[in-house]
């Protein structure tokens, strides 16, 4: 059996490692001209733990990944409001919870994948063809691919999703939030940050920074807007809507290259997930969005739950439809809890702001640890 996978994000080469052990021969199609080197930091745990447990790589994991003890709410000179114990949290996911950035998650399941997997860089499709025996898959360099199964995992705005299953609009719900995400290396702000995840205590747009082991610090910047346009000078925007959040911030904001991960926060809700010999997997087909901060554990989840239905013997149809049986609950969940989370992540109000101080202070009292958890990290799904 043959499968052309569209994207190697942490979904796609998911499927690829999973695949690959199942037997099938697996192409990867990449549009990017190597590894995305952008990132931003993951909280990992959830689901997908048992899928990288499955891959053997969860030790490779926990060495790239960070064990942060706290996260802090700060005021605008960087002291602390508010202190939520991410250890507690982590006892309370059995300690399959690492915090790791996207591109060194996306390598531990890269070193997991032999040779023998088929990964083209710089390379999309353009065209896709169902017949009933096959499908095929037309690259941006006129090559033409046939599998027996395609898999759109390119992201949240997918382009076999576009071609296959119709417009973006259709599926595409925007959250209300934009986020930019960027790295840069200042002594002086790293020694401010500490060995804690900082976090602005702001209202309607909000700073998170972490320093790294080789110094650099990972910023991002998430927003309130109303309108779902991006901004045509993203760099421009994000200095000015953030210039007076205090504390480390502006030194942050004048080193936010020119070049860097900006996008709409949104969710992608779809009745199916696969037609003929389509599927997709996924931001693809179920972004769940960062408020949610499931999303990456989810796509190795649903890598791993689609190579295993593949692998029953069963007819396509029928695996594909198990596949989608048995990971939707985890992925609507998931959705919720990333709706239910926006006032929690970015207070809108004064109010608000107060609200989650207050709950963070009352951490010790039992069950409120249980509260803050679920706001946090949603209802941990069940998928597997
Ligand atoms: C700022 C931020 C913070 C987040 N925090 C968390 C978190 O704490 N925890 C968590 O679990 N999740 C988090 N997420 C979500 C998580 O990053 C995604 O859910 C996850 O990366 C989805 O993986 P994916 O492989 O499905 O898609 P992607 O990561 O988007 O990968 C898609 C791949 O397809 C490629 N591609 C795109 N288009 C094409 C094309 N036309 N042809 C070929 N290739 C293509 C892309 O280059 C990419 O390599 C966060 C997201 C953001 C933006």
């Not at 439809?321 to 990971?327: L, M, Q, S």
């Amino acid at each position: 059996m043959k499968a052309i996978i569209c994207g190697a994000g942490i979904s796609g080469l998911s499927a690829a490692a999973f695949l690959d052990r199942a037997g099938w021969d697996v192409v990867v199609v990449e549009q990017a001209d190597g590894p995305r080197p952008q990132g931003y930091m993951i909280d990992f745990f959830g689901p997908g733990w048992q899928a990288a447990n499955a891959l053997g790589i969860v030790h490779r994991i926990r060495e790239l990944g960070y064990r942060v003890e706290r996260l802090e709410y700060v005021d605008s000179r960087g002291n602390a409001r508010a202190t939520l114990s991410l250890a507690k949290l982590s006892r309370i996911a059995k300690g399959e919870f690492v915090s790791i950035l996207r591109p060194d998650l996306e390598l531990a399941i890269r070193e997991a994948l032999p040779h023998r997997v088929d990964l083209r860089y710089g390379r999309t499709v353009v065209a896709v063809g169902q017949g009933r025996a096959s499908v095929t898959a037309t690259l941006d360099d006129n090559a033409v691919l046939e599998a027996d199964l395609l898999i759109g995992a390119d992201g949240i705005h997918s382009v076999v999703r576009e071609l296959v299953f119709g417009p973006e609009e259709e599926f595409f719900h925007y959250l209300g939030f934009q986020v930019g995400a960027y790295s840069f290396r200042d002594w002086d702000v790293a020694a401010q940050i500490g060995d804690r995840f900082a976090v602005t205590d702001t209202r309607n747009e909000a700073m998170f920074f972490y320093r790294l082991r080789d110094g650099r610090i990972t910023a991002m910047a998430v927003h309130r807007s109303d309108d779902a346009a991006l901004p045509e000078d993203q760099q421009a925007m994000l200095r000015s809507r953030y210039r007076n959040l205090g504390w480390i911030c502006p030194a942050a904001l004048r080193q936010c290259p020119k070049d860097f991960y900006y996008d709409q926060v949104a969710q992608i809700r779809m009745e199916r997930w696969h037609t003929n010999r389509v599927v997709l997997l996924g931001d693809a087909a179920a972004a769940v969005s960062l408020l949610a901060g499931q999303g990456a554990s989810l796509g190795m989840a649903a890598a791993f739950v689609l190579a295993d239905e593949l692998m029953t013997g069963a007819d396509l149809r029928q695996a594909l439809d198990t596949f989608e049986t048995r990971i939707r609950p985890s992925v609507s969940a998931s959705q919720e809890a990333g709706v239910s989370a926006a006032q929690w992540f970015v207070p809108a109000t004064r109010y608000a702001a107060l609200m989650r101080r207050t709950m963070i202070r009352l951490e010790g009292i039992p069950g409120m640890e249980r509260l803050i958890s679920s706001a946090l990290i949603g209802k941990s799904g069940a998928a597997l």
